[in-house]
């Protein structure tokens, strides 16, 4: 078993709806990142979580330390929000999951 | 400046040529870090340099060989590499480590022939 789970692994959606992606795991953690890829590579770290809830912009990161649970959710999606969405969790170490693609049609 | 820079962006190399890779950042961070990424898979780290040591080798085959010659510099040297290490390498660094927020650079491209 994957010690971080993240679901959908795909996910189309047609502009301006509600997303959430999520992101579960198993090992003790002291912090939680959700990163964004887009297609070329180039990584961008959207948030890093401890606890409770973040927001940025159109995005929100919430975090569940006891159910082991985090969901990343975008308002209002936009085509330029496809990329892949990554949570990664850290502790001594960083353990990526396995990524969400996000398409969203114009 | 909140970048992380990396070059080059593409490199093509033969399997008995040597290379390398370049990553820099100019935020004072101490912590910085080189992960591989195959296609459709997430980053796999390599090696963490933690002020200016290594800290971390992820059980890398010697073919790849870090240098952290200051703080704000790291490289990664490859030699006699295979074609199935070609991905995508990725640079990133940390203020110190831990649970830091990572600063990733835009990667470079491998194709080994």
């Known amino acids: 078993k994957n010690e971080v789970e993240q679901s959908p692994q795909n996910l189309t959606a047609q502009e301006g709806e509600f997303i959430t992606i999520n992101c579960s795991y198993s090992v003790g953690i002291s912090a939680l990142h959700w990163l964004q890829q887009h297609p070329g590579g180039g990584i961008v770290s959207l948030f890093m979580l401890s606890s409770g809830k973040k927001k940025h912009g159109r995005l929100i990161a919430t975090i569940n330390i006891q159910e082991k649970h985090s969901s990343l959710h975008i308002t209002a999606s936009h085509p330029r929000d496809s990329a892949v969405y990554i949570c990664a969790v850290m502790d001594d170490k960083i353990i990526f999951g396995k990524g969400t693609r996000l398409h969203i049609l114009p | 400046d909140t970048e992380v820079t990396q070059t080059p962006k593409h490199l093509v190399m033969g399997m008995t040529n040597k290379k390398s890779l370049k990553c820099e950042q100019h935020m004072g961070h101490r912590a910085m870090y080189w992960y591989k990424q195959k296609a459709k898979k997430p980053p796999e780290l390599m090696f963490v340099y933690s002020y200016e040591k290594l800290s971390i080798n992820e059980s890398v085959p010697s073919r790849f060989s870090p240098e952290c010659p200051n703080s704000s510099l790291l490289n990664l040297h490859l030699h006699a590499l295979q074609p199935e290490d070609s991905a995508l390498y990725l640079c990133?660094?940390?203020?110190?480590?831990?649970?830091?927020?990572?600063?990733f650079g835009p990667g470079t491209r491998l194709t080994v022939l």
């Open positions: 990133a660094s940390t203020l110190a480590g831990g649970t830091d927020t990572q600063y």
